[in-house]
């Protein structure tokens, strides 16, 4: 009874690996990139791409076990999620006031180390923020927040 229930049970796992969610993956506009479009310190910019981009932007980077299912469909819900609160890909389409509360989230967020999320950090060390580089990513989204660099469309 136990062989058939393994049986069963790897089949199963075998037919939900073809039953997969879509990628996200866009090309990048520079025209439209919080990044390209704010031009923070290469310190910034590097815990932006390592702590943020891979969720809340068009171009994350895909680990390898994110090719098993089911665990596909919990990071690109994950992703899904992250996108609809901030896309630092489509920074350049919010309007002022919309990126202004964008970074104000930001900087709650980063301060109750609610961002990243613990999840994520599980399997991507370089995204566990130390204080320092908490302050440093609230200076950079305050600066944003009180407009920024970038111009208002």
């Known amino acids: 009874m136990r062989n058939r229930f393994l049986l069963a049970f ?7 690996q073809f039953i997969r969610p879509a990628r996200t993956a866009e090309p990048v506009d520079p025209a439209r990139d919080l990044i390209a479009l704010t031009s923070p310190s290469a310190e910034v910019e590097q815990l932006l791409r390592t702590a943020c981009y891979d969720c809340h932007s068009g ?4 680990p390898w076990y994110a090719a098993l299912t089911p665990v596909n469909w919990w990071l690109q819900h994950h992703i899904d999620e992250g996108r ?3 896309d630092a890909s489509s920074w350049g389409s919010y309007a002022a006031d919309d990126r202004a509360h964008v970074a104000d989230e930001a900087i709650e967020m980063i301060k109750k180390e609610e961002m990243p999320l613990t ?3 599980w399997t991507h060390g370089d995204a ?5 580089q908490r302050v440093a990513l609230t200076g950079y989204f305050s600066g944003l927040a009180g407009g920024g ?4 469309d």
Do not use: G, I, N, W
Not at 59 to 62: E, I, S
Not at 149 to 152: L, R
């Open 149 to 152: 660099s970038e111009q208002d």
């Open 128 to 132: 566990r923020l130390s204080m320092d």
């Open 84 to 86: 609809e609160h901030f």
């Open 59 to 62: 171009q994350p980077r895909y």
């Open 119 to 121: 999840e994520y950090t």
């Open 10 to 16: 790897a089949a199963l796992f075998l037919v939900a």
